[in-house]
C-alpha cells in the first residue's frame, strides 16, 4: 500500500486527490457510496503489477477531494460528475485518446454516464453492482422508489439536506460505515426516521480493523453530506439527462454483480439484466458475471475474483 502515489489534481473547480501507481494504458478506478479511493486498494495494485497505470481518484464531495459545495446538492449531478472526470483525464493523461474504466455503485452509474456522453473517451469498461438504467421519461427516479417502498426506503431518508447527517451523527461514524458496509440482505434497504439500522452488524470479515479506521477517519474529517448530495442529485439528473431519453452505451462493456447485491433484486433487474435489456441499451456487453454468495461491496469482499474479471476482460483491448 504504501507503494500508492497520492496526488492533488485541479480539476472543474475542485482540488481531486487521487492514488495511482503503475505504468502502463490508463485504468480509471471510480467509487461508490460511502467509500473512497481506498476501496480499489486490491485492485490498484493487482492492475499495476499487470502492467497497467491504475487510477483511483476521491469522488467530488469525498475524502482528500476538496471544494465541492457540500450545501448545494445540485452540483452533484451526473453531468458535474462526468465533467470532473474528462478534466481529470485532460490533465493527468492528455496523451491518450481513450482510457479504460472500472466502476461500483455510484461509482458504475457515473461510467455508465460517462460512456453515454463522451464514448470517445473511453476503450472499454467494467462495471460492478449498478446495471445500466435507462431513463424513464415518465417518473423521476425518487419517486419511483417512493412509489414503490415508502419513505423509509433510504433513497427517501436520503432528500432531505441535513436529516440522515444529523441521524448519522447520532449513531457515530464508524458504526454507520460498520453497517453499511457489512449489508448482506438481497432486499430493499430501510432507514426508518430516529430507528437508525435496527441493530448493530459485526464488521465484515473482509474488511480488517485498520481498513474501517482508514474510512472512519476520513468519514470523520468530511461528514456524509458529499456523499448523500448524490442521492439529492439522482432528481436532477433525471432532469438533465432529458436529451439522453432512449441513448445507447456503445462501448464494449463487462458486468458484475453480487448474488446477494441489494441492487440486484431491485424488481424487475434480473429480468432486464438476462432477458435482452441490458444487451438492447448496451449493444456491446460481452458478458454479465453473477458472483455466487457475494454481496455488494464485490471488489473488496472478493478481490481476486473480482481482479481476475477486471484484468481477463481489459487485455483483449
Not at 415508502?150 to 464508524?174: L, M, N, S, V
Not at 432528481?235 to 441513448?247: D, H, I, K, Q, Y
Not at 453480487?258 to 429480468?271: I, S, W
Request: with cysteine.
Amino acid at each position: 500500500m504504501e507503494k500508492i502515489e497520492h496526488k492533488t489534481v485541479p480539476v472543474n473547480g475542485l482540488n481531486m486527490h487521487v492514488a495511482e501507481l503503475g505504468q502502463g494504458p490508463l485504468v480509471l478506478f471510480l467509487h461508490g457510496f460511502p467509500e473512497l479511493w481506498y476501496s480499489w486498494r486490491h485492485q490498484i495494485l493487482y492492475m499495476a503489477a499487470q502492467g497497467y497505470r491504475a487510477v483511483a481518484p476521491d469522488l467530488r464531495g469525498y475524502g482528500d477531494t476538496t471544494g465541492a459545495p457540500l450545501e448545494d446538492p445540485s452540483k452533484f449531478t451526473t453531468l458535474h460528475m462526468v465533467g470532473d472526470l474528462i478534466a481529470l483525464l485532460d490533465a493527468i493523461a492528455p496523451d491518450e485518446d481513450k482510457v479504460f474504466v472500472v466502476g461500483h455503485d455510484w461509482g458504475a452509474f457515473i461510467a455508465w454516464h460517462l460512456c453515454m456522453y463522451r464514448p470517445d473517451k473511453v476503450k472499454a469498461l467494467v462495471n460492478l453492482s449498478v446495471a445500466f438504467i435507462p431513463r424513464s421519461p415518465e417518473i423521476n427516479p425518487v419517486d419511483m422508489f417512493r412509489s414503490a417502498y415508502g419513505e423509509d426506503h433510504y433513497i427517501c431518508r436520503f432528500q432531505e439536506p441535513g436529516d440522515i447527517e444529523a441521524e448519522f451523527a447520532q449513531i457515530g461514524t464508524k458504526e454507520v460505515l460498520k453497517n453499511f458496509l457489512a449489508y448482506r440482505t438481497p432486499g430493499p434497504f430501510y432507514f426508518p426516521k430516529g430507528k437508525g439500522f435496527g441493530n448493530s452488524s459485526d464488521k465484515p470479515t473482509w474488511l480488517s480493523e485498520d481498513d474501517l479506521d482508514y474510512y472512519t477517519k476520513k468519514f470523520e474529517q468530511t461528514g456524509f453530506s458529499g456523499g448523500v448530495n448524490y442521492y439529492r442529485a439522482f432528481g436532477r439528473s433525471w432532469e438533465l439527462n432529458a436529451p439522453w431519453t432512449g441513448a445507447q452505451v456503445k462501448v464494449p462493456s463487462k458486468f458484475i454483480v453480487g448474488e446477494l447485491d441489494l441492487t440486484y433484486h431491485v424488481p424487475g433487474t434480473k429480468e432486464f439484466i438476462h432477458k435482452g435489456g441490458f444487451q438492447k441499451y448496451v449493444p456491446l456487453l460481452q458478458e454479465v458475471v453473477v458472483i455466487e454468495g457475494a454481496a455488494h461491496f464485490t471488489n473488496q469482499e472478493r478481490p481476486d475474483e473480482i481482479n481476475r474479471h477486471i484484468y481477463d476482460f481489459l487485455k483483449q483491448f
